[in-house]
């Protein structure tokens, strides 16, 4: 089973993009490698002026590849972890550990980008390893969610996906 894989046991999912971080584990070192095939091309002088490029500057160039490629590869990080206790949520910058106490629903808007945890005080978390891109990994990673959100509130599933469809029926009705 692969890591980007739903993960369902009869109480667990875990879910990571796929997308994201195909794109992301291609362009870190392309970007690596342009920044020190850029750094070999500086020599000589500046162009118009008494500086010239030294093997610093050369050095900086490869080390802004680095940098460069080191951030890229931040977008591989997003994760979402449930289980029949709660839901953690592992985000480019930060992470969330939340009990399904505090969860109102498991939103996948349809123009949304991502998916949401409703919080019951209005509050909106994004879980950015269930992206509109990565297609039935996502449709899948919500229905599964939805599942263990539904069991952990003593609803039968049935009833939770009903719930959800009728709550984005009325959000897509012009007017409301």
């Known amino acids: 089973m ?4 739903v993960v369902l046991a009869p109480t ?3 879910v990571r993009p796929r997308r994201i971080r195909v794109v992301c584990w291609i362009l870190s070192p392309a970007l690596f490698l342009m ?23 050369q050095l900086a160039m490869v080390g802004l590849g680095v940098l460069g490629g080191l951030l890229v590869l931040l977008f591989t990080r997003p ?14 910058i930060g992470s969330y550990d939340l009990p399904w ?21 209005d509050e ?7 992206q509109a891109v990565d297609r039935e990994l996502a449709v899948d990673g919500v229905r599964a969610l939805r599942a263990l959100h539904a069991a952990a509130h003593g609803e039968p599933p049935q ?18």
């Not at 994760?79 to 480019?92: L, M, Q, Y």
């Not at 106490?101 to 005080?121: I, K």
């Not at 996906?161 to 012009?174: F, G, N, R, Y």
């Open 2 to 5: 692969t890591d980007s894989a």
């Open 12 to 14: 667990a999912v875990r």
């Open 35 to 57: 920044f020190t095939l850029l750094s070999i091309g500086l020599h000589g002088s500046t162009g118009s002026g008494q500086a010239t490029f030294q093997r610093g500057d």
């Open 79 to 92: 994760r979402v972890e449930a289980d029949d206790r709660g839901i953690r949520v592992r985000n480019v």
């Open 101 to 121: 106490a505090v969860v109102r629903a498991v939103r996948f808007d349809r123009a949304s980008a991502w998916a949401n945890l409703e919080l019951h005080d």
């Open 124 to 130: 909106l978390v994004p879980i950015l390893a269930l």
């Open 159 to 176: 009833y939770a996906a009903q719930e959800q469809q009728l709550q984005v029926a009325q959000e897509q009705q012009p007017g409301s």
